[in-house]
């Protein structure tokens, strides 16, 4: 299928690193618009027990955001592509859906990272699928996940 805006949220991870690469040659297939997001959300600092100023969170979380994008429209380049990065403050499902509908976006593009039993029972971490369908009813985007 052809698409004309794609949106790729991004981390850093190789995992969404694929994603980006995915996303470009996509790009370049359909001669479509790229953005990359990253979405800065430092609400994990709070509830800490270490006191950590959610400031300084978000500054250190844009600094590395910055990084990751520009890696990001790197490998778009690679592909011939030119990328546009994206960087939101906010929950990351609510900047997804936010970025989407404004970008106009027929496509998202995401990574799917591995989940640990750990993570899943500690912290009570969902799998990207379990939001996956919120987005395509909230936005109609099409939505690819990339091992």
Do not use: W
């Not at 890696?71 to 936010?98: C, F, H, P, T």
Request: aromatic share 6%; proline share 1%.
């Amino acid at each position: 299928m052809g698409y004309k805006k794609i949106v790729c949220a991004v981390t850093g991870s190789e995992v969404s690193e694929r994603a980006a690469l995915e996303a470009a040659f996509l790009a370049r297939e359909s001669e479509a618009s790229l953005v990359f997001l990253y979405a800065v959300d430092a609400s994990f600092v709070h509830g800490m027990t270490v006191e950590v100023r959610p400031e300084f969170a978000e500054k250190s979380l844009e600094h590395m955001g910055c990084q990751i994008l520009e890696r990001m429209e790197e490998i778009a380049r690679k592909e011939g592509v030119q990328a546009k990065g994206l960087l939101k403050r906010g929950r990351l499902m609510d900047v997804i859906k936010e970025v989407v509908l404004e970008e106009g976006a027929d496509l998202l593009v995401l990574g799917k990272e591995k989940t640990s039993f750990f993570e899943k029972v500690l912290f009570k971490q969902e799998d990207v699928e379990d939001h996956v369908d919120e987005l395509r009813k909230r936005t109609s985007v099409e939505v690819m996940l990339v091992k």
